[in-house]
């Protein structure tokens, strides 16, 4: 069956270094793939989206690779600050554009 | 553009009672999706409409969810009758032509819990 998957676990780290969020899917042929913050109370705001056929995006401090042969996205957040703490979300869009597909998300925590 | 707005943000009801969850998407945008998220199993996409229209309503768990479109700026999601195990955030989205950005912008979601 089709998997998306994100460490379950809170990422704690501190103001300054880089954060790396892990996104991994099994039995997916996605096209596009797809970065999402989400903070308490609210819905899911979008971040950035990845081509199949890009290895690699970035906007300001934010960067996401896609390797298809390993089936995983990593999304980086540089010189981090507390206010980058939240929930981030990958998904992919699998078969038509319309049907995106969310995994679980990763709560990030900066620590000042 | 206020963006995508659902009501109410909050719900409580007793087991058995008919709940109505409202949406309004963002104008110009022909794509609405209705998702649910708990801690358990994360974000689920419902069902999803294009141009008013049902396309896909594979994710809808049982015949006691409906969902309809009757216009381009109106969506409800009704459970009857609902049950605990229903209790989630409901979030609606909506997304531009496919032919722009494939984002979706996200509601505020309900809180629905059902006693």
């Known amino acids: 069956s089709q998997k998306i998957e994100q460490n379950s676990e809170a990422l704690n780290i501190q103001e300054g270094k880089t954060a790396t969020l892990t996104c991994n899917y099994t039995?997916?042929?996605?096209?596009?793939l797809q970065w999402y913050r989400q903070d308490p109370g609210r819905g899911p705001v979008f971040l950035l989206l990845?081509?199949?056929?890009?290895k690699e995006k970035r906007k300001e401090r934010l960067k996401v690779t896609f390797d298809t042969t390993l089936k995983q996205s990593l999304f980086h957040i540089t010189a981090s600050q507390p206010a980058d703490s939240a929930t981030y979300l990958c998904?992919?869009?699998?078969?038509?554009?319309?049907?995106?597909?969310f995994g679980t998300g990763t709560k990030l925590q900066v620590i000042p | 553009d206020a963006g995508v707005i659902q009501s109410p943000r909050h719900e409580v009801t007793e087991m058995g009672q008919e709940v109505t969850l409202r949406c309004k998407p963002i104008s110009g945008h022909d794509y609405l999706f209705w998702y649910r998220q708990t801690m358990m199993r994360g974000l689920e996409l419902l069902i999803y409409f294009n141009n008013n229209v049902p396309i896909d309503d594979s994710g809808m768990p049982e015949d006691r969810f409906s969902a309809k479109m009757p216009n381009a700026s109106f969506s409800t999601l009704k459970i009857q009758p609902s049950e605990p195990r229903d209790s989630a955030v409901y979030f609606c989205?909506?997304?531009?032509?496919?032919?722009?950005?494939?984002?979706?912008?996200f509601g505020q979601g309900t809180r629905l819990t059902v006693v």
């Open positions: 989205a909506s997304s531009p032509p496919s032919t722009q950005n494939t984002e979706a912008f």
């Open positions: 039995n997916y042929s996605p096209a596009y």
């Open positions: 998904a992919l869009r699998s078969g038509g554009y319309q049907k995106v597909t």
């Open positions: 990845i081509r199949e056929n890009e």
